[in-house]
């Protein structure tokens, strides 16, 4: 027998009604299979047009990768040039401050101290400013005959040489100072009393004297008070005067310079 179609439904009652011979078991047999096939093919066709429903409705995109607004690479970046505008940022200030700086010396301007001196030394010989071209000098004006401020001041310039010198022996980058003593009492203050009166300090001192005109020379070149006081009877006086070191850069111009009250630096 060929298979009935599955939608034969009254042929399956007609065949259930007949004589159950062996050629009709067979036919019965054959349409049952045939119709539970149909049933199965179309439960799942049915099952496939939900599950494709689903799929469409329930499909994913691609995954792609989604970067965030920072990476490691413009962060370093962004580091990097922000580093680089804080250093050009100070630059800049410094510059500025540098620039205000000269600005404010230029309208105030500095003091002219120091200046062109011709005087003679403890052995008699000439000495002029130029001499002391080329090294770091420093200059204290007093007289030998100054009873208590000048040799405190002459002792203190002694420390600092020895001490200085003992710098320079340790360290290439300190160099050496030529200290001098200037005296402002020249009617008194020979070259023999000054190499006298400066045995007691520093041997490298250098002691300067001269004429009265050129005493007055160098003190107003430096800018140093001298007034000399009243004689007595027997004509010893004193001689008033500015109580100042002056520190000279090895050009020639006075670099700093320093009270009785202040202390080296």
């Known amino acids: 027998l060929v298979p009935l179609p599955c939608r034969s439904d009254h042929l399956y009652l007609h065949f ?23 049933n ?12 494709t429903r689903e799929c469409h ?11 965030g607004p920072i990476t490691w690479m413009s962060f370093g970046l962004s580091v990097v040039s922000g580093f680089g505008v804080l250093l050009y940022v100070r630059k800049l200030r410094k510059e500025k401050d540098q620039k205000a700086e000269q600005e404010r010396e230029k309208s105030l301007g500095k003091p002219a101290i120091g200046g062109p001196f011709t005087l003679v030394d403890q052995d008699g010989k000439t000495k002029t400013e130029r001499d002391f071209l080329g090294k770091w000098t420093i200059f204290y004006f007093g007289f030998t005959h100054c009873p208590d401020i000048c040799p405190e001041e002459l002792e203190k310039l002694t420390n600092v040489i020895d001490d200085l010198d003992k710098l320079e022996k340790s360290s290439r980058t300190i160099q050496q ?3 001098v003593f200037i005296s402002v009492d020249p009617e008194r203050d020979t070259p023999a009393a000054i190499k006298e009166y400066l045995t007691d300090f520093h041997p490298r001192i250098i002691g300067l004297t001269g004429s009265t005109e050129a005493v007055g020379q160098a003190t107003k070149a430096y800018r140093v008070y001298v007034s000399k006081g009243p004689a007595d009877e027997d004509n010893d006086y004193i001689v008033d005067h500015s109580i100042i070191m002056y520190l000279v850069n090895p050009e020639g111009v006075c670099a700093e310079f320093y009270g009785s009250e202040e202390r080296f630096s």
């Open 16 to 38: 259930s009604m007949l004589a159950l011979s062996r050629p009709a078991r067979l036919a019965w047999r054959s349409l049952r299979i045939n119709t539970e096939l149909c």
């Open 40 to 51: 199965l093919r179309k439960e799942l066709r049915i099952r496939r047009f939900h599950l």
């Open 57 to 67: 409705s329930s499909k994913e995109l691609p995954s792609a990768t989604i970067r």
């Open 177 to 179: 100072i030529q200290p």
